[in-house]
């Protein structure tokens, strides 16, 4: 039994650049760093398939020794990233993040924070709550050692089943957002979409790029079977240059994995070939500095963005250079002490049973005093107890409503009067933010409202988000418009949404040959023409980073709250040109039935929008107002939705 442990020079140099590009990602420097991680993964199955396929017997202890060396190369550091995250978070987490930390731990110390993360939150949200985010991928990579070792001894003589796999993780990652739970388990419109979250966090929708890795291996003799230096060098230079091209241009909007990372997947494989060429490209590869870095990849993966995360909390304001190279150095100096006295050492051959127990121990001890320790601090009284108090109340109040959220026509809730339903309430998660200002106007005016919010989506026909086609929203605007159209008791439609983002952002797209300014114009006369009321709320003023967050974080650590732009202030000048172009659009509808109102006109003054109002969040996150504070807007929007124009 043999593993063989010997580093290839330019593989440790491809994951140099894969760490540093996702590092920059996380400083807000690289638009695609992120994917890196892809790089990590082609790497990862071609290393492992190397291992498996040079091994004569695929046997039960062959894999479980294979398996302890892969707990071995990952675990140990994870554990002393989880013992610091829990040491730090006590003096700088919210409650609500630590609970959340507390079940990102539980999960992360048995490799499954992929699964978890997938039902919890999105990579690409400031939502995430948590300083283990990234150990998603080493959740991923384990539960691809795990896969591949099953499927080696049972299949190694049939390797050309990995073909099979590949093609099924790719169609699953491509067009898998068609799967539903539920009978007959699939769409009844086929779409050319991958899964929302699914296909980023979980194992079938990312097995095709470890699988890239593992047929590099299978085909490597064939691959150099013919010997042109021309070619080489050729795919060498356009596969360097489209790896940075996917790291400085890449989006967070592209569907990812798709179709679209077999490139990457196959600019990575081409790089991982030593092909014997002496071009500029493998030069870079196998300079020993480059590849010496490699050696640490894994520790610095696993600590900058930890780092990253609690630097930010600290610092509020966005990074500039000079913090930044302050983050890599203490990333770069406690990545090689990791690699030096925990990673390294922990490799040497001792007893197995003794590994076994002792892994096993370590992480039952650790989840035991981690749930006890998370519940003692929930009673401690570090906290004072009258803001503690006002936090909870806060986070509790948002609760209401929220299932009103994405609710069918036929079981939608109405607010007010029941027998009186004659308008429909119609937009996004913006919208149900608004529930309980306009469910007491509902009942003051004893008329019913009707809320057919879809969460994330534009509340116009024919538009899909860029980013989430699988969200139907095109499918569910379209229900909702035909039931008013074809409802004559429905007065009045009140429309709300995120407009700044699907409009002046660009964040939807139309699904029709008609542009989405021309469908909004097309939408709003059509209703217009139905004799429909149409009041529209335009958006609240929106911020870079969470006020609701920092301003308790200041209170429940007995800091000061300081007056800080994008955070507790922006300014009006900035909101209206940030929404610039919805405004536009609406300003330019010329219609009788049609009325406006802007919540800047209560969230402002002349120069400024604000977050906080007496030393209270006003906002739930950067871009919603809380529901608790929603009443800020009671006068006005009473005021707007005038009794006499929603009774006629």
């Not at 082609?42 to 498996?52: E, P, Q, W």
């Not at 892969?70 to 987490?93: C, K, Q």
């Amino acid at each position: 039994m043999h593993f063989n442990s010997k580093r290839l020079a330019h593989i440790d140099s491809l994951r140099s650049i894969a760490v540093l590009s996702v590092f920059l990602y996380h400083l807000n420097f690289l638009n695609g760093g992120y994917f890196g991680v892809d790089i990590f993964l082609v790497i990862s199955g071609y290393v492992i398939a190397k291992i498996l396929i040079d091994e004569k017997d695929i046997s039960i202890n062959f894999l479980l020794n294979f398996i302890l060396k892969r707990v071995e190369r990952l675990l140990p550091a994870v554990l002393v990233i989880i013992l610091f995250t829990s040491f730090i978070g006590y003096f700088y987490l919210l409650p609500g993040e630590l609970v959340f930390l507390k079940n990102t731990i539980n999960y992360s110390s048995l490799f499954l924070s992929n699964i978890f993360f997938f039902f919890n939150t999105n990579y690409f949200s400031e939502v995430s709550n948590s300083p283990l985010l990234h150990l998603w991928s080493i959740g991923l990579e384990f539960q691809f050692y795990l896969f591949i070792s099953l499927f080696f001894y049972f299949f190694k003589t049939n390797l050309k089943l990995i073909l099979l796999i590949f093609l099924i993780s790719i169609l699953l990652a491509q067009i898998g957002g068609n799967l539903k739970y539920n009978y007959p388990f699939i769409e009844n419109e086929f779409s050319f979409f991958n899964p929302i979250f699914g296909s980023f966090y979980l194992l079938p929708t990312r097995l095709f790029e470890f699988c890239f890795g593992m047929i590099l291996v299978i085909l490597k003799k064939e691959i150099f079977s013919l010997k042109k230096k021309k070619i080489y060098d050729s795919l060498d230079y356009l596969s360097f240059i489209g790896l940075i091209s996917f790291f400085i241009f890449g989006i967070k909007d592209l569907p990812h994995p798709s179709i679209v990372t077999l490139i990457l997947c196959f600019f990575t494989a081409n790089l991982i070939i030593d092909n014997k060429s002496n071009n500029v490209v493998r030069i870079i590869l196998k300079n020993k500095n480059i590849s010496k870095f490699g050696l640490i990849s894994y520790g610095f993966y696993l600590w900058h963005y930890v780092i990253i995360y609690f630097f930010n909390l600290e610092k509020i304001k966005e990074l500039n250079f000079a913090n930044s190279i302050l983050i890599f150095l203490l990333t770069f100096a406690l990545s090689f002490i990791s690699y030096s006295v925990i990673e390294k050492p922990l490799r040497l051959k001792t007893n197995k049973i003794f590994k076994i127990f002792f892994y096993s121990f370590f992480i039952i001890f650790l989840i035991i005093i981690n749930n006890k320790n998370f519940i003692k601090i929930k009673q401690t009284q570090r906290f004072d107890s009258n803001i503690l108090k006002e936090y909870e109340n806060f986070n509790n109040y948002e609760k209401k409503y929220s299932n009103c959220r994405g609710k069918s026509i036929k079981n939608a809730c109405i607010y007010g009067n029941k027998n009186n339903l004659n308008t429909v309430l119609w937009g996004d998660s913006h919208l149900n933010q608004l529930a309980p200002v306009i469910n007491k106007i509902a009942n003051e005016k004893n008329l019913g409202f009707k809320e057919l919010s879809v969460p994330g989506c534009l509340p116009i026909i024919n538009t899909s988000r860029n980013d989430k086609q699988g969200w139907n929203c095109s499918i569910h605007n379209d229900k909702i418009f035909n039931y008013i159209l074809e409802d004559n008791g429905i007065k009045n439609i009140i429309f709300h949404a995120y407009w700044n983002f699907y409009v002046d952002k660009k964040g939807v797209n139309s699904s029709v040959d008609a542009s989405v300014d021309e469908i909004i114009i097309n939408q709003f006369k059509r209703l217009s023409e139905k004799n429909k009321k149409i009041f529209i709320i335009l958006g609240v003023p929106n911020y870079s980073r969470n006020p609701k967050k920092y301003i308790f974080r200041k209170k429940l650590f007995n800091k000061e709250i300081k007056s800080i732009k994008n955070i507790t202030y922006i300014n009006l000048k900035y909101h209206f040109d940030k929404n610039k172009e919805n405004q536009k659009i609406f300003n330019n509808l010329k219609l009788d039935n049609l009325y406006i109102y802007d919540p800047a006109s209560n969230l402002c003054d002349e120069i400024k929008c604000y977050s906080i109002l007496k030393n209270r969040p006003i906002y739930r996150d950067g871009t919603h107002i809380s529901k608790k504070e929603s009443f800020l807007l009671y006068n006005d929007l009473n005021q707007f939705l005038d009794i006499e124009l929603l009774k006629n």
